[in-house]
Every structure is written in structure tokens, then in C-alpha cells.
């Protein structure tokens, strides 16, 4: 029998990810035109406000029900103002375990929010949800991604060869695109304690115990 997602709202030190809203859609439309957005993910481009808000209102609430994925907005504590997303699909509820993937607006990038928002979201899948493995999958070249994996305590498993598409745009506007390799990364739950020892350390966050 297929899971469900709830809906959730999981709180952090600087952080609130929570369900899409409607009033996001035009924040998320131009989060997604980002160049590294459009370079690094499948996320069709220019990336209009009707794609925001069928994505907000059909294709996160289906995904979410029918226990596939879970999609939320990370917005900043203070502002309230959209920072990021953080998604997770594939999810196979027998063997608990789920793939996650997030992507950070340009202004809010350099301040730690993917860390922050990332290993919030794998305390909650551990913790409340009882998930016992999140995969998450890094274009060969995008350091950045890269970089959040291992700050969260992601373990790298391997290299998919040729597995995916990365997109870069020439001088003319158009897009190309370019064959990749994945890397493939695993959290566990017994990886989580030394990530969060080594963020508390940098002036990170505290607490991830307010999930409603």
C-alpha cells in the first residue's frame, strides 16, 4: 500500500520550508530562469509564471498524495521571502528511502541555506518519517550541489557514467545540450550526527525539533 506525504511545515534557526503556495509563483518563476538553473536541472527555460503555479497547484499536490515526492518552499524566518526549494521524488516507501534535490535563488546563495534546509529535511525524513536512506545525484561539474552533499554528511557511492544532461547556453540565447556524469551520494541516518557537529561549529543552526 502506498504512503503519503504529510503536509508539513519544518522550522529552523533562519528557516521555514513549508507547502508551495500559489503566492509563490512568481518568486519560484524567477528563481527557475536563473542560468544555473536552466544549466544544471531540467527545469524548462524562460520559466513562466503559468509553469510556477501548475507546478504549485497540480503537479506538487499529485505528487504529494500519491506518496511519489514532496515539494517545499524554503523561505527565509524573518522576511517570509522565498529563498529556495527543496524536492524530494522517486520515493520507494518499502524501502524507505527517497531522492532529494534542492535549488537556491541567486540573491540567497553564499549564506548556507541549501545545508540548512537539506539536513532539516533529513532530520525530519529520519526522525518523524522513519526513512532509512536519501539519495541525492550531482551533475560531474556542479561543485556547488557537490559541495551541500557533503556538508549534510552524504557519503559518495559512485559515478553514473553518461546518465545525465546538462544544459549551456551560447551566445546567441539558445540552449544546448551537453551529456554528463552523475554522481551518486547516500545519507544515512548515523551520518547525520558528525554533519551537524561540524555545521554547529561554522555558526550554523540549531534546532530542527518544530515540524508543524
Known sequence: MTSTFPNISISTERLVLRPLDVDDAPALAEMMNDEQVGAWTAVPQPYGEDR??????RYAPAERIAGRGLDLAVTEFLTQRLVGIVQLARTNWQVRSTEMS??????????????EAALATAHWLFDDQKFERIELRTAADNTAAQQVAQKIGSISEGVLRNACIVHVRGDDDTWSDVRSDYIVWSLLPEDLEGADEQLADTGGFATYADWN
Open 52 to 57: 510556477a503555479r501548475h507546478w504549485i497547484t
Open 102 to 115: 534542492y535549488i537556491i535563488a541567486p540573491w540567497a546563495r553564499g549564506e548556507g541555506y541549501a545545508s
